[in-house]
C-alpha cells in the first residue's frame, strides 16, 4: 500500500473519532464520554496505527537529541513565564478535582489522547512526500486542530463577531501555531518530543493546587508565542549543524518567512487585546444584496454615529443579534437624540423599527465576497440553525 494512501486512511480514522462530537451524541453522553468512551476511542486508534501502520515509519532522527533537548527547555520557559504572571495577575485554586482519584480520572482522559496524537503525527508527517513537505506539516496540522476543538460548543464560537474574533485568536491559532510547531519538532526529533511539550503542561493543570489567574488574551499569547520562536532557534540550529546541505534544496522557512510570522503573531496578539477599531462578520443572509450576499465576509469599524451619513451601511444591534443594513434616512427622538431608518438593499420596504444610536456600533468599511462562506458551511454541518438564529427584519407590518 503506498505511503500516501496509508496517510489517508490514518487520517480519515482520526475523524471518524469526532463522529461523537460532531454529532451531538458526546453531549447527550455527559461525562461517560469524556471520561469512557473518548479515551477508549484513542486507544483504539493507537492500536491500529501500532500494529498496521509502524512498519513503514521512516524516521529523520538526525537532531533528535539537540531538538528534543530545546524541546524541553521551551516547555521549562512556558511554565517560567506562565507561573511569573500569576505574581502579576494572582492565583487562582485549581477548579479541578484534586483528591487522588480525581487527579487518576482526569490524567485518563487526556493522556491516551496526546500519546496517539502524537505517534500518528510522527507517522504521517515522516512518510508524505518530502517535495511537498509544507503543504503535508500543514494539513496534517490542521487535523490535529480540528481533533483540539470542542466541537459541542461549536455553535457558541460564531454567535456574533465578538465570539467569532474571540475563537479565532483564543483558541483557532493558539492551536494551529502550537500543532504546526509540534508536526515540525515530530518531523525532527520523533514523538517522544512532542509528548513532552503536549503532555506536561497538561499534567500541570491537573495536579497543581493553584493556577495562574490569566485571561484568555494572555494565555492565547503564550501558546503562540513559547512555540514560535522555539520553532525559529531549532530551525537555525539544525541549519548550524547541518552544513552539508546545498541552500538550494534547503527547504527551511528562512528570514522572510520568520519575519512573516513574526508579523502574524503580533497582529494575532494586537487583535486579542483589542487593540484594532475593526472587527469581522459573516453575512448569514441575502438581505443586502446584491451590494453584500450570504457568505461574505464583512469589515466593521467603530464609527461615531454623528459621523454616520445617509447611504452607509451600518451594524446594529437588535435583540441577541446583529443586522447590517443601508441608512435611508437620519431623524432625531423627541430628546434630540439620532434615530436611523434602514433597509436592506434587498426588502422591499424598511426596517421594522428605528435604530437607535445605542444599538449602533460600526459602520461596513470592507466587503470580502465569499469568505465566510466556510464559517457558514460548518454551522450549517453541526445543525446549529444559523438561518433560524439570524432574523433580519424585513420591512414594516402594514
Known sequence: MKKSLKIFILSIIILLSLFFEITGLSSSMGTSYAYVVKPLIWIFIGVIAFFFFRKGALAN?????????????????????????????????????????????????FI??????????????????????????????????????????????FENDVSTLEFFMQTFMPSLIT????????????????????????????????LPDVDWATSSIISSVIPFFTYVYVNYLINKMDKTINRRDNKTVGIKGWIGMLLFVVLMILFGLGVFPIEPLVIASNSMYPKIKKGDLVIIKETNVNDIKEGDIIRYRLDNYYVVHRVELITKDEEGNLEFITKGDNNDTIDLYPVK?????????????????????????????????????TGRVN
Not at 73 to 96: D, R
Not at 117 to 133: A, L, P, Q, V
Open 112 to 157: 491516551p489522547v496526546i500519546v496517539v496524537k502524537e505517534y500518528t503525527r510522527f507517522y504521517m508527517i515522516n512518510n508524505c512526500n518530502k517535495k511537498k513537505i509544507f503543504l503535508w506539516a500543514f494539513l496534517i496540522s490542521l487535523l490535529y486542530v480540528l481533533v483540539d476543538l470542542n466541537l459541542n460548543k461549536f455553535n457558541s464560537y
Open 61 to 109: 532522527l538526525k537532531y533528535r537529541r539537540e531538538v528534543t533537548f530545546c524541546v524541553v527547555v521551551a516547555t521549562l520557559v512556558y511554565f517560567a513565564i506562565y507561573f511569573s504572571l500569576g505574581y502579576i495577575k494572582g492565583f487562582a485554586h485549581n477548579p479541578y478535582d484534586s483528591s487522588i482519584n480525581g487527579i487518576l480520572l482526569n490524567l485518563w482522559t
Open 179 to 210: 500543532n504546526l510547531f509540534l508536526t515540525y519538532i515530530s518531523y525532527f526529533a520523533g514523538y517522544k518530543a512532542t509528548i513532552i511539550y503536549a503532555l506536561i503542561p497538561q499534567v500541570a493543570m491537573y495536579i497543581l493546587p493553584i
Open 357 to 393: 444610536e445605542s444599538q449602533v456600533d460600526g459602520v461596513v468599511k470592507l466587503n470580502i465576497p465569499y469568505f465566510g462562506y466556510p464559517t457558514l458551511l460548518l454551522n450549517e454541518l453541526l445543525d446549529t440553525n444559523v438561518n433560524d438564529e439570524v432574523k433580519v427584519d
